[in-house]
């Protein structure tokens, strides 16, 4: 049976794009599995404790030694790490903070990176490998090629990155200019911020729809 893993991040609540978004692509893909079963995480209204001298060495320390606040740290890796083995889609609904991933979102990856669960420590092969992992990004302003901005968005650079040692792949859906309805010196910027929502909820329609012959 199918199974998708959904997360948000975000801490906008309903006036969230990304969370709009990421339930967009959820619904879409339960039209397409209706026989599915999901597992919804809440990193913005739930956020994870992040790795800390107390208990982050759980990772690097065998387990038979750990301490109590090792063990804990590291059994909730183990939840974590099960939660995605046991999807096949993932879908993370993933704002930019800072022109970065927001810290709930980098605690979760580095939960995720745990020798023997998400990677063979000797080979250093990925082991979450194989599954469609969809991030449905959200940015306020605009970073593409030729604006002001360019290469600020620092998320979507990185979380490829923080997460290669498990062998997951992010593809990203992204809209931006997200502010532009509520930044008066954005204004001039509303059409191209509406075209790029559009494109968003085009592209997340397309990921289940059916192919025709």
Do not use: C
């Not at 809440?42 to 107390?54: E, K, M, R, V, Y």
């Not at 970065?100 to 082991?127: C, M, N, Q, R």
């Not at 969809?134 to 605009?142: C, L, M, T």
């Not at 979380?159 to 792949?169: D, I, K, N, S, Y």
């Amino acid at each position: 049976m199918s199974h998708l893993l959904h997360v948000d991040s975000s801490i906008r609540s309903d006036q969230s794009v990304s969370r709009r978004l990421s339930a967009r692509a959820a619904d879409a893909w339960r039209a397409a599995h209706p026989d599915g079963t999901v597992t919804y995480r809440d990193l913005g209204g739930d956020p994870l404790p992040h790795i800390d001298t107390a208990g982050g060495l759980a990772r690097t320390t065998p387990v038979d030694e750990h301490t109590p606040a090792q063990a804990e740290s590291w059994e909730l890796s183990r939840r974590l790490i099960e939660e995605v083995r046991r999807a096949d889609t993932i879908v993370l609904g993933l704002p930019l903070y800072n022109f970065g991933v927001p810290s709930s979102v980098k605690a979760w990856v580095d939960h995720l990176i745990a020798p023997g669960l998400s990677y063979d420590p000797e080979t250093f092969t990925g082991l979450l490998g194989g599954r469609m992992f969809i991030a449905v990004a959200s940015r306020g302003g605009g970073y593409g090629a030729g604006t002001p901005r360019e290469g600020w968005d620092h998320a979507e650079a990185w979380l490829p990155h923080g997460l290669a040692m498990t062998g997951l792949e992010p593809h990203f859906i992204t809209a931006e200019l997200t502010l532009a309805d509520e930044a008066p010196a954005m204004r001039d910027l509303r059409p191209l911020a509406a075209e790029s929502l559009t494109s968003a909820e085009n592209a997340i329609d397309q990921l289940w729809a059916p192919v025709s012959a």
